[in-house]
């Protein structure tokens, strides 16, 4: 089974250069059908003339000196024969344009017949001279001959024909693969520039369609985060009433309850703002810092609470991208080590794949067909809802959504000697920007 190109392009400018082909074979066909026939109507016509006159001139010939002029009466495409066996004779058809020309050219007076002979030999006409001897005329009509330069006439006329159709494509389709493009990188964690408006009707009318939606994405995110910051801030008065008065309260295991619940709740007011804002890190603007200062700064702020947070590694070059948000991603993933294993392992190095920092602890790991699911907001391994144990849900995802406004990749993966390891990969363009920089 034969496979036509997959690209759009590739389809477009197959089936014109098909078409492109197709007619031009056509039109030579037709043009080299038209010379044909009109080299054969011309020489029918001379033809007739010529075997006219040359019977004329062999009658009045002696016998005995008929044979010696035939030589001189051939031409390139016809010769004759006189005398002696010349094959079955018939009655010319009506449509037989050479016999009719020879007849017109002799008149009423000679009859012209045709001898049946196989379609590999030269066709033969048979006229009787005055005297009753055989003349037989052998033609085998040729066409006109072909100029040595109209073959490469029509492979360039090919040629430039092919490359018209394929700048065509190319400037139909060129902005239907940005629109492809730029559909592909849309993400709300990421800000994408808007897509030229411009090429043929239909494409620039899909750009202005594609450049809308992404505005209104653009503003359901903010009025997203806008709606949360506001019910943050109107449950926070409320919470903290309700905080005080549990302090007034006789019976300190129900005020303590209370209090747990009061702070459980706050946590995760905070969360969920936390993840509303992370679909924003892209508006974080890039800078080029230090990684290794970002990281002994975070180590250092969790030796200070007096956390067991080591680091191992650097990355030995400066970065270019939004330490905000990348030094959220880290203590997100830190602060679900200390959780589930009492203490995180940070390692930083350097690959062919880009900057790497990855959180290592010792704690019970996830299940294999889970480790895509936890990144995914309010999803707890655990069916409790204690948020001491099962946490919010957010911190996985908060780090999720961050990798991706920063460009990075966020990937979880078990350790062979127990715990997970979480592992945040920059592309090496940060890098290289930095590098350059230098």
């Not at 406004?405 to 993966?413: D, E, M, R």
């Amino acid at each position: 089974m034969i496979r036509g190109p997959r690209t759009l392009f590739g389809r477009l400018v197959a089936i014109l250069l098909c078409g492109l082909v197709a007619a031009q074979a056509l039109t030579f066909g037709l043009l080299w059908y038209e010379r044909m026939t009109a080299s054969r109507t011309m020489m029918y016509a001379y033809m007739g003339r010529d075997v006219a006159s040359s019977v004329a001139m062999l009658e009045r010939l002696p016998a005995g000196e008929r044979a010696a002029w035939l030589a001189m009466l051939e031409r390139r495409n016809y010769h004759y024969r006189l005398g002696g066996p010349v094959g079955q004779r018939a009655a010319a058809p009506a449509g037989d344009a050479a016999a009719a020309s020879v007849a017109q050219w002799l008149g009423p007076r000679y009859r012209v017949d045709v001898v049946a002979t196989p379609p590999e030999e030269p066709r033969r006409l048979v006229v009787d001279l005055r005297d009753g001897t055989p003349l037989a005329i052998e033609f085998a009509p040729a066409g006109m001959p072909l100029a040595q330069w109209l073959p490469a006439l029509l492979l360039a006329q090919l040629g430039v024909l092919g490359l018209s159709c394929w700048l065509a494509v190319r400037v139909a389709t060129r902005p239907l693969a940005r629109l492809a493009q730029a559909a592909e990188a849309l993400s709300p964690a990421r800000a994408t520039a808007p897509v030229p408006e411009e090429g043929p009707a239909e494409v620039a009318q899909a750009a202005r369609s594609f450049n809308a939606m992404q505005a209104r994405i653009a503003r359901h995110l903010q009025e997203r985060t806008r709606m949360l910051a506001a019910i943050a801030h109107d449950l926070q008065t409320p919470v903290t009433r309700m905080r005080l008065r549990t302090e007034l309260m006789d019976d300190e295991t129900e005020r303590d309850r209370w209090q747990a619940d009061l702070a459980a709740m706050q946590a995760l007011i905070k969360e969920g703002i936390a993840y509303a804002r992370s679909a924003h890190a892209a508006a974080e603007p890039a800078v080029r810092f230090d990684p290794d200062a970002l990281l002994d700064a975070v180590v250092a702020d969790y030796a200070d609470a007096g956390r067991a947070v080591s680091l191992r590694g650097t990355v030995g070059q400066p970065l270019v991208s939004r330490p905000q948000a990348l030094r959220r991603i880290v203590t997100n993933l830190v602060d679900n080590a200390l959780k589930f294993a009492g203490a995180a392992d940070i390692v930083a190095g350097l690959t062919e794949g880009g900057v790497t920092i990855a959180v290592l602890d010792r704690g019970p790991g996830i299940p294999a067909g889970q480790l895509d699911a936890v990144l995914q907001p309010f999803y707890r391994l655990e069916d409790s809802r204690n948020a001491e144990t099962g946490g919010s849900g957010l911190g996985l995802a908060i780090a999720q959504e961050l990798a991706e406004g920063i460009g990075a990749v966020l990937t979880l993966s078990n350790r062979a000697e127990g715990g997970l390891r979480a592992q945040v990969t920059l592309p090496p363009a940060q890098g290289q920007a930095a590098a350059r920089g230098n």
